[in-house]
């Protein structure tokens, strides 16, 4: 009994292997070895697997004999493309490397060859696409992310179907003593995306011993229908609500609430400002400084109010009216504070200058001159 010529070749192996590493080939666990995650089976699940011939590649030949089978196993650790491991004693999942580097089907083998890798690379790199594309969503043109909003609220609202669907599927076959799944390993995660969907459905008798709650189930459905039915006007402002729930979510009303007009105009970009505008700028801010340094600076700053008369010009100086410069009276006088204090200036002066008129009639009252008695001055001389 000798190898075949194909797996004589790198080539032929390459391709053998390649198989091994695909959903068909040998089912594989996870272990570590030496501080590093790898792939390891049983020889005799590889005998096995070489026996089965599922979707065999079509370049090499297939293998019938066991002995043979043993013998492409050998090839491919001579090759390189595994080796023999053993187990790591009261470690779990732990494996070290055999010195006795033999194929026997009682061993472990450990993968060292990845497979053909075309895919995982184009799959890695649609994910680091996808992932810069959605970094990059805040500057997205409008239209990208309104197809974006509607293709997530429609895929929401076909999950949503779905679910409701396939409950309601099983609730009436499970009244009849039936438990019919649609997609009955959905929710799986330990299976892969594909296998999610695998078997698309599922039918087999219901559990003995569930009489009673499906006469409450039934109970509870023929009460619904009984108020949907003398119940219409809440029944149709549920069903009107729905549609304007689905309205809303399509239009975007239920997001954030943000002004709309900022909503409107989120990708619109911000005026810079030019070099002129730059300069307007720094010019005013000089002229301010001027201004305040002039005000610091005015010799009338702590006799005259800060506000002016109903006259243009006039200010209030030590209890009189006198004549000053606009200038000096700074923008103060455009503010309707500066009213507010030019009016209490005024008031407190007229107030202050009646109370001066009162305090002089009491001292002239209170001094007012008698002619002098000269017939008491004889009689005292």
């Keep these: 009994m000798s190898l075949p010529a194909q797996y004589q070749t790198a080539e032929g192996l390459r391709t053998l292997a390649n198989y091994l590493r695909s959903q068909n080939g040998v089912k594989v666990r996870s272990g570590i070895e030496h501080e590093k995650r790898v792939d390891y ?127 309601l599927a099983f609730l009436f076959m499970w009244l009849l003593g039936y438990d019919f799944w649609v997609f009955p390993r959905l929710f799986d995660e330990s299976l892969s995306f594909q296998d999610s969907f695998v078997p698309i459905y599922t039918f087999e008798a219901g559990t003995p011993g569930q ?82 340094a002039d005000s610091e600076g005015n010799p009338l700053g702590d006799n005259i109010s800060d506000t002016l008369s109903g006259a243009e010009g006039d200010a209030l100086l030590n209890g009189e009216w006198v004549n000053v410069d606009p200038a000096d009276a700074g923008s103060a006088k455009e503010s309707r504070a500066w009213r507010d204090r030019q009016q209490a200036s005024e008031d407190a002066a007229q107030d202050q200058e009646e109370q001066n008129m009162g305090e002089d009639g009491e001292s002239a009252e209170e001094t007012e001159w008698t002619p002098p008695d000269h017939d008491q001055e004889e009689e005292d001389m």
Aim: aromatic content about 12%; hydrophobic content about 45%.
């Design 41 to 167: 089976f049983k020889g005799k699940k590889l005998v096995e697997c070489l026996l089965e011939a599922k979707k065999w590649p079509k370049s090499i030949p297939v293998i019938t004999d066991k002995g043979i089978a043993r013998m492409v196993a050998s090839a491919l650790i001579q090759g390189a493309f595994f080796h023999r491991s053993e187990k790591v004693e009261d470690k779990k999942g732990y494996l070290m490397i055999s010195k006795r580097n033999v194929f026997e089907e009682s061993g472990y083998y450990t993968w060292m060859y990845s497979g053909n890798m075309v895919w995982s690379n184009i799959a890695t790199g649609l994910v680091v696409a996808l992932v810069i594309i959605c970094t990059l969503m805040p500057i997205w043109p409008a239209a990208a992310k309104h197809v974006l909003w509607y293709c997530s609220v429609t895929f929401l609202i076909v999950i949503f179907v779905l679910l409701t669907m396939r409950g």
């Design 211 to 292: 009489g009673y709650f499906r006469l409450g189930a039934i109970a509870v459905l023929i009460g619904f229908v009984y108020w949907a039915c003398t119940q219409p006007t809440e029944f149709d402002g549920y069903i009107k609500a729905q549609k304007v729930f689905i309205e809303d979510l399509y239009a975007g009303n239920l997001l954030a609430d943000v002004a709309h007009d900022a909503t409107a105009h989120l990708d619109r970009n911000k005026r810079v400002p030019s070099l002129e505008d730059l300069l307007k700028a720094m010019e005013a801010d000089e002229k301010e400084k001027i201004g305040g």
